[in-house]
């Protein structure tokens, strides 16, 4: 085990190795000038080299590079070129208010799609399972802002049950409520994003685990169960499901890392602050810094996220012993 | 995956594809996806068609249509109404059609033969080459796709969709190249390779002969998932700038009509090219976990 | 059966790959192959652009401009690029035939100097377009040295005459900027320079109904301020903030010792007392200070601090204010409230820069000076500086930033300018009542969530996209305010590459475009047809009498015009009928 | 004695796509208390679906057309799935065939056996668990093993426990299924000899499933050979030794080597059993027999009693009497 993990971590540190310095690099031949973005009316040519200067950007990259392994390994990602923060506590903020939406938004539909998938594999050859099956295909395929604006269009613009997105409502934390009043707010303005990713994600999980489950009950164990007397629930649930649910694990830990990156979407229709729209509008802004430091970080939660998915299956599966 | 066990018979006289056929026949979830997968291929090839009737109006990029003041709903002129400067979307949504369909099938087709390639010879030698190319496919398999193409959409300064057909081919592969590699190390231990290898079979033949054909099946169903990938995220990027601004595609509409402020105004504008979107992928995949049941036998009715 | 359904999906493919190839064969045109005099075909070219997502209009527009260009044989594709890549492809690598860029946004139009003078040429200059031009240069020098206004003003109506001549570019169109507000809860607002949200507007409006104590005006801005350092920040939402707490301080709201009425273009005192005295002789000039303006925290704003700004902004090189003390040689405090200017040259942007700089607190900033110079890159540090305060004598303080969502601010009651009434524009007068409790920016994701946020009564202003103009007219409760902006999109030619070497060439595609198709269809008719480089809404600057290219033409007539002019100049075509 | 297991003209067929697959047919027989009985025939043969059928743990698409069976006088064939989950492991138990994937893999085995106890009896944890270190000592594990894993036991360990399961309820009737298959020679004897002796002594009627007859001939009182879905013939195993009567049986003798040592020829039956899913007309073994007559092409042989206790379908048989 212990020489496992130390394997895995090695690998861990070289992949992260090798994708920031693909990051670095393809930054550096990009052929746009960040300092574009600085640029104002009146600036003499000695105030934009300034500018060019205050960013780094007259080294060579290879000091460039070395420099920025440099900072790197003292966790220090620089500074951003649009506002001059430090790009790890704008990440930390950002990436904070992310982990918030589409944990609670996997964890959800992740419940959702396994109780559902469960049920349908039992029931093979229904017409539920058809239903969900199509339901959860539809779903699964259909584009995210679309969906989201339709959401939006319906529940906060027609009917105006939620807000219009953000994260809270400004007019109500001004006057210092209290922690439940901020929570409630905030629940308000979770509940559209939320039902949105929890609407587009389940189907995977769904088909997942109806595959896992459907996989599951061909096993010999399952008829053992069946001729032990034991009730049909039971079987569903401690033997089928239990073993469906070993691939899904790994399933689950990938997304929850691949739903942080894939917040993009969601996070622009819906206004929430989180990191998918800092990469996006870093990157119109050709903020070098903060986009790598912001894929630096997504890459390390997916690597992470990996390792501990290994790690839960093999507590969770006996027969795997590193 | 590894638990695709789908292996053919030689002896058996039906070809392949001729097998996947007549499977697929019975199954609703293929029948289905032709069936949508239909409409939009005929909407691809109608785009030209309509253009032609009033290139001056009708031309998605350039065709204006002068009468028309602002955005307009559906009309006998304009099926689908105009967007704010008076361009017809019907012509804008038939294009999109063309777009996707090339782009989606372009990119399975290069990402898919790659992968397949890439896996049936990392299984078959192994070793280093093995090691080499699983790595590289961990590695862009560990990269989160879409903020990947942003950045390097914004690193272009200029997208076309070539630029995105190659970027999306390079990031698809490894899914299929592994489950690919992990079938072909099962089918390289099998009797009939076995016995190929010993009666001095090249190396190169036995993949393309022997195992290619084994493994075939799951490269089908690769092929038609990936369509579903390459459209949404194509869709994704555009719909977030960074599409290729010279063509028209669904994205492109989306995005035209988020950045000219008709969303919550126009639903004529809005809802047809996000359903097309989603239909059309919703189709490939469909026919996807149509085939999915055919070749994995552990989903199959017993 | 089955494979024959096989063939058939095949064979439609193939056929939708086919007619895709069809639909894009180009229409035939009248005029195909131009020929340039020098014998040579001209060789295809690319109009840069940006994306539609960076700016729909100026994608839109280059697009057309393409497809009308092409009718009379230039073969030329529209081509749009993120805008970090275009700027270094045509400032910094000037690798490019046409491009359209956007320029403005001054008070005092010194980019008729830079944009054009051959200085500017060297790499990073301004003058991408490369034009040269002697004559141009010595005029637009000179009008930089004249202080008296009318006499400068004929000096910049000539040198508009020779570009709009030249067309080293071609101005397009200005858009008219439409903001809406919620009149059942603000009333009286003015539409002063920089919109209905700039701070003279805040400082004027009056809430509807009694209780204005409680009121909070909450604005819809689009782009999270990263940063509130006013040394740092070049964005002109984070500006909208910054100027209310530091009584304004940059070229989008030139607001501070004093500041340029737009119709005269004259200097108004604001924080200064009375007249600027200049000495011509001596180059100096001598500034007073009102008595009794007092920072935030209640310490006194005086002439120590400004000569401390300037002293900072000199000492760090920060590039933002860098034109606005390279001309000042040394500057004095003789008393409190009296300074003294000892400059290097003659040049008016000390009149139009230097007076309208920011002022920082000394007390605070000298803490900030310190820390900076024991850094490696001082420049960088007290630029990039984390300011969690930010304090100034504006009319609003400082409140609340939470992150991703909103920045509060509270009114100064202890602001000077309270029921301060001062001159604007020509003639009329702005009373600065202060009836604002609070202001609250509020942060969207998209145009459209501010729109509906604004209709839904979230928030009481914010620009508006012409898709709403209808249902913002149709709605009551909403009042539309319509600004013209004072920039103007423009294609700029490099002049140094044949054929855009040649004025009749340059001149020739002037004719081909049809400003008026911008602003009837691009703009829905909010937007004004520019002629000149400056904006026509800076009405002093402005010069009202330049060409206008066949204003109101038709598409044939034009096409005319411009083969006439190309076959005097010696052009010809591979085929024509 | 009293018949504890009786089976009359059982028909069982497969919903397939390409149409109903008639896995058993025409499949009479009866077990007498402390009986074991054999079953043998080629593989595919339907002998493990009988199996599940006297189980009803039938999949979805596997239905019983016709036919009853009494098990303890009643017929179980109409019963509902709760009613058939009581008799399960308590009547009836299973040894399965195939040891590696019998046992959940993620649970203890002492567990999954408490589990099976507690589902039938209301007796405390504790006690069951006492019963399940018995039933290890009975069938010859170590007490201890029941805390580790299926992974952690050897083949014949495994096989050992399933056993131990098999018996954790005190089942009347116990139906073994190929319970040596996977195992090695030494290995598979041991458990043949466990199983033999634990039947014997707990005085439980068995079936077991085999395809190998010799196996059977030294566990079983009687011996029911299939072929193709049918039962042919059913007799005591010295009788069927003694005087094989339907040309399968007899193919089926000769082509395995004698227990006894004799040399003598291997015949292996040519050709390959019917698709069942169009079975011949007449006689299933029609297509493969050597003494084939007219009749047997178009009548199916009825399986009546030739001889006391010995069954026979077979024409040629019939035409004997």
């Given amino acids: 085990m212990g020489k496992y993990i130390i394997g895995r971590i090695v690998q861990i540190i070289i992949t992260f190795f090798i994708v920031i310095s693909i990051i670095f690099l393809m930054f550096r031949v990009m052929p746009s000038d960040p300092s574009s973005f600085l640029l104002t009316p009146s600036m003499t040519a000695e105030a934009k080299q300034t500018i060019r200067k205050q960013f780094g950007l007259d080294e060579p990259i290879a000091v460039q590079y070395v420099i920025y392994l440099k900072n790197f390994i003292h966790g220090d990602f620089g500074n951003s070129f649009y506002s001059g923060r430090p790009v790890m506590s704008i990440i930390m903020e950002k990436m904070l208010n992310t982990i918030f939406l589409s944990t609670t938004a996997v964890i959800l539909s992740y419940l959702i799609g396994i109780f559902i998938g469960k049920a349908i594999a039992w029931k093979r050859g229904s017409k539920a399972e058809k239903f969900f099956v199509i339901l959860g295909l539809w779903f699964y395929t259909t584009f995210t802002p679309w969906l989201g604006i339709m959401f939006l269009w319906i529940f906060a613009f027609k009917l105006k049950w939620f807000p219009l997105g953000g994260m809270i409502t400004p007019e109500k934390w001004i006057f210092d409520p209290s922690l439940f009043e901020k929570i409630c707010d905030l629940g308000h303005h979770l509940i559209l994003p939320l039902i949105t990713y929890v609407v587009l994600w389940f189907g995977s999980y769904l088909l997942l685990m109806r595959n896992s489950m459907l996989e599951t009950l061909k096993e010999d164990y399952i008829l053992t169960a069946r001729a032990k007397g034991l009730k049909e629930k039971v079987i569903k649930n401690r033997h089928a499901a239990r073993n469906a649910m070993l691939p899904i694990v790994t399933a689950f830990a990938i997304s929850i890392s691949f739903s942080i990156a894939g917040a993009v979407l969601i996070e622009t229709i819906f206004s929430w602050p989180g990191i998918g729209r800092t990469i996006v509008e870093a990157t119109l802004r050709q903020d070098y810094p903060l986009v790598q430091g912001a894929f630096a970080v997504i890459t390390m939660v997916v690597l992470l996220a990996n390792f501990a998915a290994d790690i839960a299956y093999s507590y969770l599966d006996p027969r795997i012993t590193y | ?302 | 059966m089955k494979l024959r359904q096989f063939i058939c999906i095949a064979m439609i493919f193939a056929f939708s790959m086919l007619c895709t190839i069809l639909g894009h064969i180009p229409q035939a045109q009248a005029y195909q192959g131009l020929i340039l005099p020098s014998g040579e075909k001209m060789a295809p070219m690319e109009l840069l652009t940006l994306t539609p997502g960076a700016d729909p209009t100026l994608n839109q527009e280059a697009v057309f401009i393409a497809e009308w260009w092409k009718k009379i044989g230039i073969p030329v594709t529209a081509k749009a690029m993120e805008k970090g890549a275009l700027v270094k492809k045509i400032f910094w690598a000037r690798d490019y035939d046409a491009t359209i860029w956007y320029l403005g946004g001054e008070r005092f139009p010194s980019y008729m100097q830079y944009y054009f003078s051959e200085a500017e040429i060297y790499e990073y200059g301004w003058n991408f377009m490369q034009y040269k031009n002697p004559k141009y240069d010595k005029l637009s020098s000179d009008w930089l040295t004249l202080l008296d206004r009318t006499k400068a003003q004929q000096s910049a109506f000539n040198l508009q005459k020779i570009i709009a001549d030249e067309n080293p570019q071609i101005p397009l169109i200005s858009d008219t900027q439409l903001t809406a507000y919620n009149n059942t809860r603000w009333k009286n607002w003015i539409n002063q320079y920089g919109g209905p949200q700039s701070f003279d507007s805040i400082c004027a409006i009056d809430p509807v109904g009694g209780d204005t104590a409680k009121d909070i005006l909450k604005i819809g801005i689009l782009k999270e301020p990263d940063i509130l350092n006013p040394l740092g920040t070049g964005f002109s939402d984070t500006w909208t903030i910054i100027n209310n707490i530091y009584n304004g301080g940059m070229w989008n709201q030139p607001t501070a010792l004093y500041r340029i009425a737009p119709g005269s273009g004259e200097l108004i005192p604001f924080l200064a007392d009375g007249e600027l005295k200049y000495d011509n002789a001596a180059n100096t000039a001598i500034v007073k200070l009102k008595k009794g303006i007092k920072w935030h925290d209640g310490t006194k704003l005086t002439a120590a601090d400004i000569k401390f700004t300037i002293d900072l902004i000199k000492e760090f090189k920060v590039p933002n204010y860098k034109d606005c003390v390279d001309i000042i040689d040394k500057i004095e405090a003789l008393d409190d409230y009296t300074l003294k200017y000892h400059l290097t040259k003659k040049n008016v942007n000390f009149y139009n820069k230097t007076m309208m700089m920011i002022i920082l607190q000394k007390q605070k900033w000298s803490v900030i000076a310190k820390e900076a110079k024991a850094k490696e890159d001082p420049t960088k540090y007290i630029s990039q500086y984390q300011i969690k305060n930010p304090m100034g004598a504006g009319p609003f303080k400082f409140a609340d930033w939470k992150k991703g969502s909103y920045i509060l601010l509270e009114k100064n009651s202890d602001w000077f300018f309270k029921d301060y009434t001062m001159p604007i524009g020509t003639g009329g007068t702005l009373k600065f009542d202060l009836k604002v409790d609070k202001i609250l920016f509020k942060f969207y994701a998209s145009s459209e969530l501010r729109t509906l946020a604004l209709k839904n009564g979230d928030i009481d202003v914010c620009s508006i996209p012409i898709a709403s103009m209808d249902d913002f007219k149709a709605d009551k409760k909403m009042t539309i305010v319509e600004w013209g902006n004072d920039w103007t999109d423009f294609i700029g030619f490099n002049c140094s590459k044949a054929p855009f070497n040649d004025p009749a060439f340059r001149k020739a595609v002037h004719y081909l475009i049809d400003k008026d198709f911008f602003v009837e269809k691009l703009q829905q008719g909010y937007a004004v047809p520019q002629h000149s480089v400056i904006p026509a809404v800076n009405q002093f600057w402005s010069d009202p009498k330049c060409p206008t290219y066949g204003a109101g033409w038709s598409m044939k007539k034009r096409i005319k015009k411009a083969v006439k002019i190309l076959k005097k100049a010696g052009y010809t075509w591979e085929s024509e009928n | 004695m009293d018949s504890v297991l009786e089976i009359k003209n059982l028909q069982m067929s497969y919903d397939t796509s390409e149409g109903p697959v008639s896995a058993l047919d025409n499949v009479s027989f009866t077990i007498m208390a402390g009986e074991a009985m054999g079953l043998v025939g080629e593989s595919g043969c339907g002998k493990t679906s009988l199996g599940m059928c006297i189980m009803k743990l039938l999949p979805g698409n596997a239905k019983i057309t016709h036919g009853e069976i009494f098990f303890n006088g009643e017929d179980i064939v109409p019963k509902t799935e709760d009613e058939m989950r009581k008799i399960r492991w308590k009547g009836i138990s299973m040894i399965f065939q195939a040891a590696m994937n019998a046992l959940n893999p993620v649970y203890k085995v002492g567990d999954q056996i408490i589990e099976a106890i507690m589902a039938h009896d209301t007796i405390k944890k504790k006690e069951a668990k006492e019963k399940v270190s018995d039933l290890y000592k009975l069938v010859g594990i170590d007490p201890k093993r029941m805390e580790n894993y299926p992974h952690e036991y050897s083949g014949g360990m495994r096989q050992r426990a399933i056993i131990a399961m098999a018996l954790a309820c005190d089942p009347k009737f116990i139906i073994a299924d190929e319970p040596t298959t996977a195992l090695d020679v030494i290995v598979q004897d041991e458990i043949i000899d466990e199983i033999k002796i634990i039947q014997k002594k707990l005085n439980m009627i068995m079936m077991y499933i085999s395809h190998d007859i010799s196996v059977i001939a030294e566990t079983c009182d009687k011996i029911g050979v299939m072929y193709a879905g049918n039962l042919i013939e059913y007799a005591n195993t010295l009788a069927l030794f003694d005087n094989p009567l339907h040309p399968y049986t007899i193919a089926l003798m000769s082509s395995f080597p004698s227990i006894e040592g004799l040399k003598t020829k291997l015949n292996p039956v040519p050709g390959e059993p019917p698709n069942l899913l169009n079975p011949p007309k007449g006689c299933r073994f029609y297509p493969r027999c050597s003494y084939t007559r007219e009749i047997c092409k178009n009548e199916r042989p009825e399986f009546v009693e030739i001889e006391t206790d010995h069954f026979l379908a077979c024409h040629r048989g019939i035409s004997w009497k």
């Fill in chain 2, 1 to 302: 995956m590894e638990t695709l066990n789908y292996t053919l018979d030689k002896t058996e006289k039906k070809s392949l594809i001729r097998q996947i056929w007549d499977l697929a026949g019975r199954s609703t979830f293929i029948k289905l996806g032709v069936f949508i997968m239909l409409i939009f291929g005929g909407m691809a090839v109608l785009s030209p068609i309509w253009i032609q009737i009033n290139p001056a109006i009708y031309d998605p990029i350039i065709g204006v249509d002068l009468s028309v003041n602002g955005s307009v709903g559906p009309s006998f002129k304009h099926p689908l109404g105009t967007d704010d400067i008076g361009k017809d979307l019907f012509s804008q949504l038939l294009r999109g059609s063309q777009v996707a369909f090339i782009l989606g099938i372009m990119v399975s087709l290069i990402s898919t033969t790659l992968g397949t390639t890439i896996g049936l010879f990392a299984g078959y030698y192994g070793k280093i080459s093995d090691t080499l190319l699983m790595r590289l496919a961990d590695i862009i398999l560990t990269v989160p796709i879409l903020p990947l193409l942003i950045v390097i959409s914004g690193i272009f300064g200029t997208q076309s969709n070539w630029i995105i057909l190659l970027i999306l081919s390079f990031t698809f592969w490894p899914v299929t190249a592994r489950v690919i590699r992990a079938q072909t190390l099962s089918l390289r231990e099998r009797p009939f390779i076995e016995s190929a290898k010993v009666s001095g079979i090249s190396n190169t033949r036995i993949i393309v002969k022997h195992l290619a054909p084994n493994v075939l099946p799951i490269a089908f169903y690769y092929l038609t998932v990936t369509v579903t990938g390459a459209i949404l995220v194509e869709a994704g990027l555009s719909f977030l700038g960074f599409g290729d601004p010279s063509n028209m595609s669904w994205g492109m509409m989306l995005q035209w009509c988020f950045v000219k402020g008709y969303v919550f105004k126009a639903p004529y504008w809005m809802i047809p090219p996000g359903l097309c979107i989603s239909l059309l992928s919703f189709s490939f995949y469909l026919i996807g976990v149509g085939l999915e049941e055919i070749v994995n036998p552990r989903l199959k009715k017993r």
